[in-house]
């Protein structure tokens, strides 16, 4: 597993909270289902990315990643899924996160 940047010092504590749960809900689809071997978190100022090399995933989402959605919706992100958009054709999921309000 390798992660590239670092989240922003200044996020609020529910974004921050939000960001620790989606990587946690993300890693935990990796282990559960995946079956890859390579992870990567990459973490920018407006998103943060979980992508595996894993066998991807047409299915639909299940309940962790509902609830997921609804808390990032809650807080004005938003989840988005690539079932073959990861690390040779893994899965990835992104969070985009709000404009932190000053």
Known sequence: MSVEGEPESSLSDDTAQ?????VQEALTNVV???RADR???RVAEDEVAVSDN???N?????????SMREKA???GARIDTAPHGG????F???LKLPKERA
């Open 18 to 22: 939000l960001i620790l749960h989606f």
């Open 92 to 94: 990835r999921l992104t």
């Open 32 to 34: 559960r289902h995946a």
């Open 39 to 41: 992870v990567i978190i």
């Open 73 to 75: 919706h809650s807080l």
């Open 54 to 56: 894993g066998m991807g």
């Open 58 to 66: 047409d299915h639909q989402a299940g309940f962790g990643l509902d």
């Open 87 to 90: 690390i040779d054709g893994g």
